[in-house]
């Protein structure tokens, strides 16, 4: 059974193994429902490697909604 831990790491895999922006959109929507320190950390890194807007509106968004969990 897949722990918490388990979903995070396949989501940041993926997160960083693609180059599909509505894929790495989804991804940042799922960081941001998970929520939790490492998930908080990759947002905030990720915001800093990209200057694609809708990337980084979604990554805003994420890491908005990661603060409250």
Do not use: F
């Not at 831990?5 to 509505?22: C, G, Q, R």
């Not at 800093?48 to 603060?67: D, F, H, K, P, W």
């Amino acid at each position: 059974m897949a722990t918490e831990d388990d979903a995070l790491k396949t989501l940041i895999d993926l997160y960083e193994s693609s180059t599909n922006i509505a894929l790495k959109s989804a991804v940042a929507e799922g960081l941001g429902i998970a929520g939790g320190a490492a998930a908080r950390a990759h947002l905030i890194q990720a915001l800093g490697q990209t200057s694609n807007i809708e990337l980084r509106s979604a990554l805003v968004r994420a890491l908005g909604q990661a603060t409250h969990r």
